[in-house]
């Protein structure tokens, strides 16, 4: 927005004889400047003023400016329409298309000479009916990134999901896994404790065996 009205009025002043009033251009590199300032302020509002501020002042400055010489303005016109697809917002196309037609139609109602002097009206009517077919194709091109999106978005839920149920898979094998070595490691506890009181059992058998041999002893002495 604050370039091309540059380009296009030293164009304009070089090449086609432009007036000093010709540099009324240059409020759309001002209005673009003053969007950007304020585009906190303007907040999800702003892509709006961007795309409207360009049409919606060539309205004006082909109603003011020297006739003619801005012979690129519909060219413009459609390089907006161009810019407002990557919002991927069909409301941003709707307000583009409204600020490009409504305002242009109004002015050549208006001043008809200074449009005429540009194109013909039959040249106009051409212009309008590629723009429409244009704007069709904007809307289908929105609707299908937006599809793309959506159905992007399922698969990374499908995904998210997935990874879900595998993240509770793996901590259900750990938790069990845990509990495995924990049993195991009781169980070695009381195999140990198993073990102790065997080896106690047979040394105190053991033990009474050799006072029963002895007291046997005694009794056959």
């Not at 086609?16 to 673009?32: C, E, M, Q, V, Y």
């Not at 049409?55 to 413009?76: D, H, K, Q, R």
């Not at 009206?121 to 429409?132: G, K, R, T």
Request: glycine letters at 6%; one cysteine or more; proline letters at 3%.
């Amino acid at each position: 927005m604050v370039a091309i009205p540059i380009i296009a009025t030293v164009y304009v002043m070089i090449f086609n004889n432009g007036a000093p009033k010709d540099t009324i251009a240059l409020i759309i590199s001002a209005a673009g400047v003053l969007i950007k300032l304020f585009e906190r302020k303007l907040g999800q509002y702003a892509k709006y003023f961007y795309i409207a501020a360009l049409p919606l002042l060539g309205s004006i400055i082909l109603s003011l400016s020297t006739p003619a010489v801005f012979g690129a303005m519909a060219e413009a016109y459609f390089l907006v329409l161009f810019l407002a697809i990557p919002y991927y917002d069909l409301s941003v196309i709707k307000v583009c298309v409204a600020m490009t037609i409504i305002p242009n139609v109004v002015a050549m109602i208006i001043v008809p000479k200074q449009f005429l002097a540009m194109y013909t009206l039959s040249i106009w009517v051409f212009v309008w009916m590629v723009y429409a077919v244009a704007v069709v194709v904007a809307g289908m091109i929105v609707l299908r990134a937006r599809s793309l999106f959506l159905e992007v978005e399922n698969k990374e839920k499908e995904s998210e999901g997935m990874i879900g149920s595998i993240r509770g898979a793996f901590e259900a094998v750990q938790r069990s896994s845990e509990r495995i070595y924990s049993s195991l490691h009781n169980f070695e506890e009381g195999s140990a404790e198993i073990a102790a009181s065997t080896e106690e059992i047979s040394g105190n058998a053991n033990a009474q065996i050799g006072e029963v041999e002895e007291s046997i002893g005694i009794f056959g002495t």
